[in-house]
């Protein structure tokens, strides 16, 4: 009977370290996230929704140190750069420009991905009304 006992514990262990595993491989790391992904999303301010639904990309820099994420003209047509924060799946940027304004505005963005198929994030444009004076929050999920 003892055996059994040992035997079921050593079964037990083996159970969880192998769940462990698996739940560490589900984990996203941005640097490895470099094929085009759409999402849809919506546009908030203060938890009020102001705009969408509509769809932004995103795709990670060949360096992998960077994201690029761009709205596909419903929302603010913009598309920066952010920098990938190593070992998360965390991504920001400071005064990033946007690469397809005529002015060459600034943008602040800082934001996730998480469980693979969610994305948030804050952005600020330099310009709005009044520049940086709102921060809109992204929020959506893959397509």
Partial sequence: MKKVHYLFIVMLLFSI???EQSLEKEKIELQEYNTLVNWTVNAYIDNNIIFGPFTI???TASSKEAITIK?????WK???KAELIKSTDR???????NEISSLGAKININGSIFDKDSISFDIQFEDDETPYGFT??????RN
């Avoid at 709205?71 to 929302?75: L, P, V």
């Avoid at 809109?136 to 999920?141: A, L, V």
């Fill in 91 to 97: 991504f920001n940027a400071k005064s990033s420009i």
């Fill in 17 to 19: 370290v192998a769940c």
């Fill in 78 to 80: 913009f598309q920066t």
């Fill in 71 to 75: 709205d596909n003209g419903s929302f």
């Fill in 57 to 59: 990309s995103t795709q």
């Fill in 136 to 141: 809109y929050i992204i929020r959506g999920h």
